[in-house]
Nanobody
Framework: VQLAESGGGLAQPGGSLRLSCAAS????????MGWYRQAPGKERELVAI???????NYADSVKGRFTISRDNAKNTVSLQMNSLKPEDTAVYYC????????????????WGEGTLVTVSQ
């Protein structure tokens, strides 16, 4: 199983970016997909996650600004980030937990390599 992220880059405060992540590897279903981030000198933190059947969870710091969405048929997850702030600067990681493949179900957690988001004038 591999997770490939795209969409990071530089944005001005108040601007927008969209991150995308595609899971590959003969995947039949993914229970939870989402995004975490790690700013310099800080621990990795949850940004937003969404279960296969719909419930979402957002960090308080991004509620009302970020929107997570999934395409279960394509095993993709996206993060629309609006009203960006300098404190959103971090490496953003795609995360997937609970994956069913042709070999069966695995409760393992998978991570992408990360994509850098920089919010600055």
């Amino acid at each position: 199983v591999q997770l490939a992220e795209s969409g990071g880059g530089l944005a001005q405060p108040g601007g927008s970016l969209r991150l995308s992540c595609a899971a590959s590897g003969n995947i039949m279903a993914v229970n939870v997909m989402g995004w975490y981030r790690q700013a310099p000198g800080k621990e990795r933190e949850l940004v937003a996650i969404e279960t296969r059947v719909g419930p979402t969870n957002y960090a308080d710091s991004v509620k009302g600004r970020f929107t997570i969405s999934r395409d279960n048929a394509k095993n993709t997850v996206s993060l629309q980030m609006n009203s960006l702030k300098p404190e959103d600067t971090a490496v953003y990681y795609c995360n997937a937990v609970g994956i069913t493949t042709a070999n069966g179900f695995s409760a393992m957690e998978y991570w992408g390599e990360g994509t850098l988001v920089t919010v600055s004038q």
